[in-house]
């Protein structure tokens, strides 16, 4: 059966309801745009989103040799054929005319156009003089989780081996280090243990901090579908904001900022206290339970209840709900890895699942997600923090190992001291030591706290900035040379999701203009240098993003992320497959720890693990003792209330994060119609009651201020939790119209003018999501309500106020179901 809906208006579609233990019906989406017909699509070149983890499988359609749409692939694992907002409409960005088709460079203050040739000699040649002068640690590369697997792991072998600088990580130290770091301290290795196919099984889905529904809406049509058929799961959802998903949760908790630790401290305590443990599981396979037992002793409901500002019985209604769950399936994702303590409170999730034995087993699983298409392949690779394929830099038997596979002494390849994370590496260009920043595919300069620091930083004359992206972006007109790249469907490669389903991207179409894949730039960079391993040979000896896939699976073989039994040509046609891949499991493998944890033996672990309230690494000698046969190691943490807390200058609380329909600084999704129309500009809600205090009502134009900076937007008036504001994180100060940027004393609309520079101890994590601030009225509204949409959290409180969000005809999908469904 074939319907029209209008995805802006409907992001989810219409219900395809299953039973518990059932397969999810398969409901292929398509979009085509305006003119184009099936008949008239020449070609369906197979992909998968980049606009989010999920790794919805897609089919680009071409046409006269370029995009003209979107189909779902119905045989693929994740998504049985749905699409996602995004998924549907994102794609038009690639078009835009104003893509970077040359690159620039910076000459008396202005960036010009110049030749390929003149960009890369000049990059080159600043890295030959830095290295003389000043030594590899004077390079520092920022990347990205949006790039492909193959690009990655050419630029981890460049910068470790090639340059030798211990600076690289990429923007998942804004994502997703806190996932990785929660599952190396648990599970002594990263890695996600669930799948998304957990969905199909659980009967109790726990989702911290964490709006499925709009930040990964595939997954978020699962549960909807699972809620409407037999034996539905009930949710518990932590979130301080009303989302599509508390709406649907059987209980839903929210908690004041900056106090997610003593929650699911008093949530462990009353399943401990309740007996709901599984003993076995916790003698075969952990190590560490008395401790925690003892350390959330006192952490009753109660005493939870005062720090949270939940009631009491609602923390035990969720310790009911947590301990009685025959399947139970956990998401985390930013409201806990951006918040204080954030790698403290996500093990505590690990926890509850290692003390109930909620693992391995089809529906019980953790879902430590990630946010990026290919977070999960940064990473991997070691194109951040991490040595490649999970290697532990503190084992020098690994690091003796990765030099054999680069065939380079394992001298050249830093390891004093653990990678530098992201946050360090700005402090060093800001101090001098960094003298040149390689930034590719991500937007600092809207998305790093602070940003009045991190704009100060980029336009230092002694740090040289090399930018590559697809667009002049608020952080391009910093640079002092611009590289413009090629993207999703413009070239080939692999992106693993947050479920580690591998999916290979191919080409569409070609690049605008002299843009060339990320790949081809490294390699290219990589050639100029004249990289050479210990027998003189080449040291990156691929030439395409096959050959660089043949290579990593050459670094990846014995390791967890084992991609040994992958090729392109299984990853084409069929569905994506699971890591690890191998002779073992040739099928790939859809949930790890089935027969026990496997990674977190001494001497095959990832990390020896760290303190969750200091940050301090440990060593080997401690982890032996610790934990001599490689168990899940149970850690516990004490809360500890947040460093910045409301007072009489900043009586609220400010938290941050996503709409649906736009992805992160809007280079993409403001330039597809039907998302930037749905969402065209910032707004910052806040409570009735707060509002109707300061006399403030839908519309009006506030200012919200925190130590760091102001911004201001358009106020809408929602059911979130009193005392606290929310700002979509998206606006930058380019727009599609001209844009506003912080102008003189007047604040722009970047949430992260105010966001303050500081990060969890263990993960490096920046706390997007905990800050004091002030609000005040700028100027009264004139009746319009603010540009938020009326389908996602930011629903006004008096359904009244603000005409529903819809698409039109524009957005119109087609959706294909086997049998008769029933629109919700
Ligand atoms: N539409 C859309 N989808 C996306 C993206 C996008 O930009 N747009 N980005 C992708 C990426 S990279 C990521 S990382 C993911 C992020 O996906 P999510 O983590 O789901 O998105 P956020 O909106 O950042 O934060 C989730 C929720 O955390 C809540 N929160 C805020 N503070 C707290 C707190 O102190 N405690 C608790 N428990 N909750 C809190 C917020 O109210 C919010 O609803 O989304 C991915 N998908
Ligand atoms: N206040 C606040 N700040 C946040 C967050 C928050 O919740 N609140 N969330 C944080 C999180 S989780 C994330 S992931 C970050 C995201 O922050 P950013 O990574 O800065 O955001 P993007 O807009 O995705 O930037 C990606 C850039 O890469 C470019 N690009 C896209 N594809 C390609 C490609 O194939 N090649 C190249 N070279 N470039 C490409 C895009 O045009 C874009 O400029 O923001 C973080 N910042
Ligand atoms: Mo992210």
């Not at 947590?322 to 690990?350: C, M």
């Not at 002092?480 to 992106?495: Q, R």
């Not at 040739?586 to 944890?597: C, Q, S």
């Not at 002030?774 to 009326?790: K, N």
């Amino acid at each position: 059966m074939d319907a029209s809906v209008d995805r802006i208006a409907q992001p989810w579609g219409s219900r395809t309801p299953y039973g518990r233990h059932e397969r999810w019906p398969t409901r292929v989406d398509t979009y085509l745009e305006p003119g184009v017909g099936p008949d008239q699509v020449r070609r369906w070149v197979q992909t998968a989103s980049v606009l989010h983890s999920d790794g919805d499988a897609m089919d680009i359609a071409v046409a006269d040799g370029r995009m003209a749409g979107v189909r779902g692939r119905a045989g693929d694992r994740v998504n049985h054929g749905r699409l996602g907002p995004k998924d549907l409409f994102g794609w038009q960005a690639n078009a835009s005319r104003d893509r970077l088709t040359r690159p620039l460079l910076r000459e008396r203050g202005h960036l010009v156009e110049c030749d390929w040739d003149t960009a890369m000699e000049l990059i080159a040649d600043r890295s030959r003089k830095l290295l003389a002068e000043r030594g590899p640690g004077s390079i520092g590369f920022y990347t990205s989780g949006q790039l492909y697997l193959e690009e990655y792991y050419t630029l981890a072998v460049l910068a470790r081996a090639g340059i030798g600088t211990n600076h690289l990580d990429g923007n998942t130290r804004l994502c997703t280090a806190t996932a990785a770091e929660a599952l190396k301290e648990s599970f002594g290795c990263d890695g996600q243990p669930g799948s998304f196919d957990d969905i199909d099984h659980a009967d109790v889905i726990a989702l911290f901090g964490h709006n499925v529904a709009e930040t990964q809406p595939v997954q978020w049509m699962r549960v909807l579908d699972r809620l409407d058929g037999a034996d539905p799961p009930r949710l518990l959802c932590v979130d301080p904001r009303p989302t599509p998903v508390t709406r649907r949760a059987a209980v839903h908790l929210a908690p004041r900022l900056g106090t997610n630790l003593a929650l699911l401290n008093a949530l462990l305590h009353e399943i401990i206290r309740t007996g709901r443990v599984d003993r076995d599981y916790l003698t075969a396979h952990t190590v560490g339970f008395e401790e925690l037992a003892s350390r959330v002793a006192e952490c009753t409901p109660r005493w939870a209840a005062r720090i949270c500002d939940v009631p009491a019985a609602s923390i035990d209604e969720a310790a009911e709900l947590l301990g009685t769950a025959d399947r139970l399936l956990s998401t985390v994702l930013q409201g806990v890895y951006q918040s204080h303590q954030a790698t403290a409170t996500a093990v505590q999730i690990n926890n509850l699942h290692l003390i109930r034995g909620m693992l391995g087993r089809p529906g019980a699983g953790v879902l430590q997600m990630n946010g990026q298409p290919s977070a999960q392949n940064t990473r991997e690779c070691g194109a951040d923090g991490d040595l490649p394929a999970f290697r532990n830099w503190q084992n020098d038997d690994h690091v003796a190992d990765l030099a054999r596979v680069w065939n380079v002494d394992p001298g050249t390849l830093a390891h004093h001291a653990p990678p530098t994370h992201a946050m360090q590496m700005f402090r060093h260009a800001e101090q001098g030591s960094i003298r040149m920043l390689w930034i590719s595919g991500t937007n600092p300069a809207v998305s790093l706290p602070e940003l009045s620091r991190i704009r100060s930083i980029l336009a230092q004359d002694r740090l040289f900035v090399v930018v590559q992206d697809l667009f002049r972006t608020e952080t391009a007109q910093l640079a002092d040379v611009v590289l413009p790249a090629a993207t999703w469907g413009e070239k080939t490669g692999t992106l693993t999701n947050a479920d580690r389903t591998v999916h290979l991207c191919d080409k569409a179409v070609e690049p605008p203009g002299e843009a060339r894949p990320d790949l081809d730039i490294f390699l290219d960079y990589a050639a100029r240098m004249d990289f050479r391993d210990r027998n003189g040979r080449s040291l990156i000896g691929w030439h395409d993003p096959e050959s660089a896939f043949e290579a990593w699976k050459a670094c990846s073989a014995g390791r967890p992320c084992d991609y040994t039994g992958l090729t392109y040509d299984a990853l084409r046609g069929g569905s994506g497959i699971q890591w690890p891949c191998n002779e073992e499991s040739p099928d790939g493998t859809p949930r790890l720890y089935t027969e026990g944890i496997s990674w977190a033996r001494p001497d095959l672990c990832e990390s020896y693990g760290k303190d969750l309230v200091t940050g301090a690494a440990d060593d080997e000698a401690a982890y032996r003792a610790l934990n001599p046969e490689g168990k899940a190691v149970i850690r516990a943490a004490d809360y500890l209330p947040p460093r910045e807390l409301p007072d009489e200058r900043y009586p609220f609380q400010l938290t941050t994060g996503r709409t649906l329909y736009h992805f992160h600084t809007r280079t993409k999704t403001a330039r597809a119609p039907q998302l930037n129309a749905a969402a065209p500009d910032v707004w910052v809600e806040a409570a009735t009651g707060d509002a109707e205090a300061l006399g403030l009502a839908e519309g009006d134009l506030v200012e919200v201020t925190t130590p760091r900076g102001a911004l201001r937007g358009r106020l809408r008036v929602t059911d979130i939790r009193p005392g606290l504001l929310f700002v979509p994180f998206h606006f930058g100060y380019w727009d599609t119209g001209g844009g506003h940027g912080p102008d003189g004393d007047t604040p722009g609309r970047a949430a992260n003018e105010t966001t303050v520079t500081d990060w969890d101890p263990a993960s490096k994590q920046p706390l997007f999501k905990t800050a004091a601030a002030a609000l005040r009225l700028v100027e009264r509204g004139d009746g319009s309500p603010a540009p938020a949409p009326t389908t996602t959290a930011s629903a006004p409180s008096r359904a009244d106020t603000a005409p529903p969000t819809t698409g039109g005809t524009t957005a119109l999908a087609v959706s294909r179901t086997d049998r008769p469904e029933a629109a919700r």
